[in-house]
Structure formats: C-alpha cells, structure tokens
C-alpha cells in the first residue's frame, strides 16, 4: 500500500522520537535515494545520527551491481547483529538494488532484517515502519511505472553544502546484457522538469553552487507528462509536439540557473544527440566534463553485451565533441573479462582508450548477474587470473593517460569551485574543474562556495596541485 495523504505522515510525527542511521552503498543514484528516504523518514518525526549504536532503526541503502558490492553488504549486515543483541527494540532495514534483487529471502536467510524496501516504494516506509515496529516483518519491493519522487525535497545530510545531485530520470531500459539495473531499477522514466527546477532552486536559495543532474541514462530524459519513456509512441499529439527532451531539459536548467554550475552523469554513447553539445557550448555553465562509459573496444564484445553502438560509432561521438568542445574531458566505464572476451578484444580496448586518452575511468572485473541475459546464455568462462590481469593492464594504461593528461595543466591556470577541504591537508581546500579533476591548494583567505582561478604547479594522476592567483 503506498501512502498517498501528508495528513497521515503529520499526524505520526508528534508520537515518534526516533533515530536513524543511513549507509549508502553504490551509485550516485543510490546516494541520492537515500537523501529522500531521509526526507520521507524525517516527515514521520525520525531523526538522523551519525552514531550506530544510537539508533533505532538502521538502514543500508544496497548496491547488487556486482558480486563484491553484495558481499560487502553481507558483512556489514553481519557486523551489525550484535547491535541487536544490545537493543532488543533496533529494528534493520535493507532498501534499493539487493532489497528488490532478493526480496522476502532476505528476511528469510538472514534473520536479522526486518524490513525490505525497493527503489520505488520509499513512499510507503511510514506504513512498513508501522508494521515493523508492531513486531511483523515488511516488504515492498513494488517497482512503479511513475514513481520519480518529484514531490519529495531530498533531506541533504553528509553534505558539504556546495554540491548536490538532482535525479531527473529512474530506471534504465537499455538491458545491456551484463547489467542488473533494469532489474533492480525498472523501466525508464523521468522526471517532471518542474518539480526538477523547484529542486534546483531550493538549493540555489540555501547557497548550493553547482548540481549534477542524475540518470542511469540521462541522454534518454523524455518529459512528456509522465509515464514509462517506452509508452511515449502512445502519447497524444500535443504531448509529442510540447515533449522536452535532455537537451531542452539542459537548456532550461542552465537558463534558469546562471549562476549555478551544471554537470549531469551517465550518458550513454547510443542515445547522446549533437543537440546535448550545442547546448554545453551555448552555455558558460555546463561543465565541459561528459562521462561516457563503452565497457569495451571490440565489436564483437559491444554487441554481445547489446551495447547499441559500434567502436568506431563511439570514436566518431568523442572526435565530434572534441572538435565542438575542445577543452572538454572524458571519463569512462570499462569492464574486463566479459565471456568470451579474447586476447585480441582486450587489445582492442586498449586501443581504444589510447585514441581517447580520458582523464580517468572506472574499471570492473566482469562479474555475473544472475538473472541477466549475459549469465542465462553465456558462460563467464574467462578464469579470474586472466580477468585480473587485463584489469591491471587497463588500470595501469589509464594511470598512464590521466599522468599525461593533467601533467598538461601544469603552468597553467583553471577555474575550480572550492568544495571542501583536502582530505590529505586541512591547510589546503579541495574542489574541481570543469573537467571534474580535483584540485587542491592552500586555503589562504579563500571559502567553499567561491570559484577561483588556480595556477597549477604539479600534478599526481589524480589531483592538481597549486594555488590561487
Ligand atoms: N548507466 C549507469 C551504469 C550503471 S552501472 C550509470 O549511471 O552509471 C556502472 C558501471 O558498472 C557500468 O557502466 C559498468 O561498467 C559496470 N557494471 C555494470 N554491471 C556490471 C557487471 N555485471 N560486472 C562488472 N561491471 C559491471
Ligand atoms: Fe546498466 Fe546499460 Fe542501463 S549499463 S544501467 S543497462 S545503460
């Protein structure tokens, strides 16, 4: 059942006096989940703390992307069962990927959870909570073909107050073959570009400076008044003709919000439009950063992982967006090891990333997911070894382009948001460029929030370091 009436929330909020404790694992979708189940939580009168024995109910937001994310999970769950031992009202909840990949076997397995939740159904943690805390166990793992959360003002806790994410789409309908998203995520959807702006305002009024506009597959946004991105053929006439698409969404965001720096991830190389670089070139605040996974350099790996798009499609994208933006920096996602990937692939994935050169990556051992096409019809017959060492040939390779890359910026200067300080220093703020390479500098009498120009004077593969002109 899914709450629908504020009412029913207000009228909670006066009897409870409990505390929360959040852990997010994953994507940056995930992270952004959790900010509304905050909210959701916080309406009902639960408050957020820091502390893990303090709390009344614990919350792992869950990742299934990969066998290792799951484990990691499991372990944590496991480190957390004494706590119940300790206080016999602590209730467990696991929510997002793994609560809708294994359901009610959760509760059944592990024993120590008392509620599972999927990505769609945070509306209804008051009445589960409700459930739960008479003594029942709850579930919902309901997926919507609605459902954005478009209403809910995310509560931004572990935030550094400068930026934050704006989720503008839900699900993803691409079923690359190895992934799991589809799965756990459900169809794509997206989000009304009213409630998207009202989001990006209330942060602009509480000194946000820059946002990431967020999506499995951002380059698909379709607004058309609502519903699955897969039944827009259905919709009427004045819906096609009035639709906004992500370059329109892009458009009327950095409109609105000059002042306001503007990035958005994941795009995917088969649904990007041209029409997405005019709109980074027309406007100063759209950073000229695009993530832009391929998982491989071969044909014949693209399609076996149903990758709508060639190499030599993806090459041709990034040459045409560096000639229209040519300070523009990319970054990837690879995976290693995808059944039957051979040794000739893997050197076509080399090879691809030295035409691209990307400023850095995110690279995975192929992991099988079950209930993917790629584990129902292929065998993941690349033995762990070989996937180990392909991952560090591309590993190092890239630590080889992201020296390069930034070694480029020495004796220069960039413009960089300061965001917080240095992990490695508290004399020294950390922040990013436009091509999303974080920079660190003394701090002087400088402030979060500012843009500064940084000379550079060195680099690692991963940081510029400098300081402020
Ligand atoms: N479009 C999404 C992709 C989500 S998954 C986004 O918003 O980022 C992120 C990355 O994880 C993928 O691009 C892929 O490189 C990797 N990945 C997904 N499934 C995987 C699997 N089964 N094994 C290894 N890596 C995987
Ligand atoms: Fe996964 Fe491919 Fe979508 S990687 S999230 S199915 S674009």
């Given at each position: 059942m899914i709450v629908e009436s504020k009412e029913a929330i207000k009228v909670e909020k006066t009897t409870l006096d409990k505390k929360f404790h959040l852990i997010s694992y994953g994507c940056q979708m995930n992270f952004a989940d959790s900010e509304v189940v905050a909210s959701i939580l916080e309406s009902i009168g639960y408050s957020n703390t820091n502390t893990i024995e303090n709390s009344d109910l614990i919350l792992l937001n869950t990742c299934s992307i990969r066998e290792k994310a799951e484990q990691t999970i499991r372990k944590k769950l496991s480190s957390i069962d004494h706590l119940k031992k300790k206080n016999r009202t602590l209730k467990i909840g696991v929510l997002g990927c793994m609560a809708e990949r294994l359901k009610e076997k959760f509760l059944i397995e592990e024993k120590i959870v008392d509620l599972v939740v999927g990505p769609d159904a945070y509306r209804d943690l008051p009445n589960l909570l409700k459930e739960v805390n008479s003594g029942n166990d709850a579930v919902n793992v309901l997926l919507s073909k609605?459902?954005?959360?478009?209403?809910i003002n995310p509560q931004r806790f572990n935030t550094n107050g400068i930026s934050a994410f704006v989720s503008i789409t839900r699900g993803?309908?691409?079923?690359?073959?190895?992934?799991?998203v589809p799965f756990t995520r459900g169809r794509e959807r997206s989000r009304d570009p009213k409630s998207i702006i009202n989001e990006i305002l209330d942060l602009e009024n509480r000194g946000y400076k820059e946002i990431t506009l967020l999506?499995?597959?951002?380059?698909?946004y379709l607004w058309y008044?609502?519903?699955?991105?897969?039944?827009?053929?259905?919709?009427?006439e004045i819906q096609k003709k009035t639709a906004v698409n992500f370059s329109k969404l892009l458009d009327l965001v950095a409109n609105e919000f000059p002042k306001m720096r503007i990035r958005f991830t994941t795009s995917n190389p088969q649904d990007f439009h041209d029409e997405v670089i005019f709109t980074m070139k027309k406007h100063k605040n759209i950073c000229n950063h695009i993530h832009l996974p391929v998982q491989s350099g071969s044909d014949v790996i693209l399609k076996a992982m149903n990758r709508q798009h060639s190499r030599e499609e993806y090459l041709k994208l990034i040459s045409k967006i560096k000639q229209i933006l040519p300070d523009c920096g990319f970054s990837h996602d690879m995976i290693t090891g995808f059944p039957n990937e051979t040794a000739q692939d893997h050197e076509l994935t080399l090879s691809l990333m030295e035409e691209v050169k990307y400023d850095f990556g995110f690279m995975f051992k192929y992991s099988e997911r079950p209930g993917t096409l790629a584990s129902r019809k292929l065998d993941d017959n690349i033995d762990e070894e070989t996937k180990q060492n392909r991952l560090s040939e591309i590993i190092n390779l890239q630590q080889k382009h992201s020296l390069e890359n930034l070694s480029k910026y020495v004796g220069n200067t960039t413009e960089v948001l300061i965001e917080k300080e240095s992990k490695k220093s508290n004399d020294h703020w950390a922040g990013r460029n436009e091509q999303n390479i974080m920079v660190v500098f003394p701090k002087k009498n400088l402030h979060p929030g500012e843009l500064v120009e940084i000379f550079i004077e060195s680099n690692t593969a991963t940081t510029l370091i400098g300081k402020a002109i």
């Open positions: 609605d459902e954005t959360y478009g209403d993803c309908d691409n079923m690359c073959t190895f992934c799991v999506g499995q597959n951002v380059d698909s008044g609502g519903g699955l991105k897969k039944d827009f053929k259905n919709a009427s």
